[in-house]
């Protein structure tokens, strides 16, 4: 109980706080939204950008885009393999660049310098309702992916290679998601907090080496997420013989 | 509902799920069919058309060069069958300047040999006929000779 009161009395940071939005019976955090807004609104200016004059010579932002499309299509095929790692590929780029641009606009964007009512802005991954629709949707699209490649042979893969794996396969298809979306909910928050508190305590200097490897979890967490589900569909879509 | 009211916030928490997660979803969603159209589809065929274009060159290449390599192979064979060509005739010629030679060399041999053989015939003969004229005139002198020791006896 003196670590609730603590914790809710720290004047720098609003754990839990959310800045509600209530429309007819529903109510949303309102932060999360906005955040997200702003950052995927940025991300599609600079793709918008970057596409507009597509030359076979590249140059300048679209020598970016090319990479990043290239770095995105080379983990799908590792990951999901020749075969139908086009199918795939938009929905791990997007998933890459969703965590990834929320994950480094949390942590580069000075947001505490808006005020809200409510709660603060930050990185939307940090909220465990986005954690958990990303999570769920890589669960659907590989459910999806396997029966859509396989047909009903996609449940072959639960008895693969003995009978004996069933229960743990039926347990995987609730510790993936699970996994999924509270290791990167855990990751931002954790590192949203450090940053904070360390913020809170000693403001000079001290957090800037804490926000660097904030920025390294970031990025790497974006790339776990992104890895891991194109892994999973892989899984899913991977032949038995 | 105290599960998920950790850290002790009035309403809300850290743990608390509502109709965020399904509009995320949504968005998400969303941003990937945007994503596709304005990304990862223009980006990919550009892509893929600079990357088509260079495989073919670099086959367009190796063709040239494999092709350059025959004719390179062809030509070395054509020059060596020249060359050899080239030493059979320079032999071939050789052996006829040379028996050319050794024919001009005996035609003259002989016939330097018959003008010599000639010429000593016809020094033979005109000893001979020399000698016989001598021989005559011996005769003749020695005739007078005893013809005069008879008359003036």
């Not at chain 1, 932060?31 to 597509?54: C, D, E, H, N, R």
């Not at chain 1, 499309?69 to 791990?92: C, H, N, S």
């Not at chain 2, 005559?136 to 003036?152: C, G, M, P, T």
Request: hydrophobic share 50%; net charge negative.
């Amino acid at each position: 109980m003196f670590l609730n009161s603590l914790l809710t009395n720290f004047a720098a940071l609003e754990v839990g706080q959310h800045l509600y939005w209530q429309i007819g019976n529903i109510r949303l955090h309102g932060q999360v939204f906005l955040t997200s807004w702003i950052l995927l609104g940025a991300l599609l200016v600079f793709i918008s950008l970057g596409t507009k004059k597509m030359e076979n010579d590249p140059k300048g932002l679209q020598n970016l885009l090319e990479f990043l499309w290239d770095y995105i299509r080379d983990l799908a095929r590792t990951q999901i393999g020749e075969k139908v790692y086009r199918d795939w590929m938009p929905f791990i780029g997007t998933l890459f660049l969703f965590v990834f641009v929320s994950n480094w606009g949390g942590a580069l964007i000075p947001w505490r310098l808006i005020k809200l009512p409510s709660g603060e802005l930050g990185a939307p991954t940090a909220d465990i309702n986005t954690t958990i629709a990303l999570a769920l949707l890589v669960s659907l699209s590989y459910f999806y992916a396997g029966l859509s490649n396989k047909g009903w042979r996609y449940f072959e893969y639960y008895i693969h290679p003995t009978p004996i794996m069933l229960p743990f396969k039926i347990l995987e298809d609730f510790t993936k998601p699970l996994s999924l979306s509270f290791r990167l909910f855990g990751n931002i928050l954790a590192d949203e907090l450090v940053v904070g508190v360390l913020v809170f305590l000693v403001p000079l200097i001290l957090p800037i080496p804490v926000m660097f490897l904030g920025l390294f979890t970031s990025a790497i967490q974006a790339l776990i997420f992104a890895t891991l589900a194109a892994y999973y569909i892989g899984e899913a879509v991977e032949e038995h013989h | 509902m105290l599960a998920f009211n950790f850290f002790g916030a009035t309403e809300g928490g850290l743990f608390d799920i509502n109709a965020t997660l399904p509009l995320m979803a949504i968005q998400v969603v969303a941003l990937t069919y945007i994503l596709n159209s304005l990304f990862f589809k223009p980006v990919g065929n550009v892509v893929e058309k600079r990357e088509k274009f260079v495989s073919n060159n670099i086959i367009e290449a190796k063709n040239k060069l494999s092709e350059v390599k025959k004719l390179e192979a062809d030509l070395m064979t054509q020059l060596q069958s020249a060359r050899s060509e080239a030493q059979r005739i320079v032999g071939e010629a050789e052996n006829e300047s040379d028996k050319l030679y050794k024919e001009a060399l005996e035609l003259a041999n002989n016939e330097a040999n018959a003008s010599k053989e000639k010429a000593r015939l016809e020094i033979e003969s005109q000893t001979s006929a020399a000698r016989d004229q001598l021989s005559k005139q011996a005769d003749d002198l020695s005739e007078l000779i005893v013809n005069r020791l008879i008359l003036e006896k």
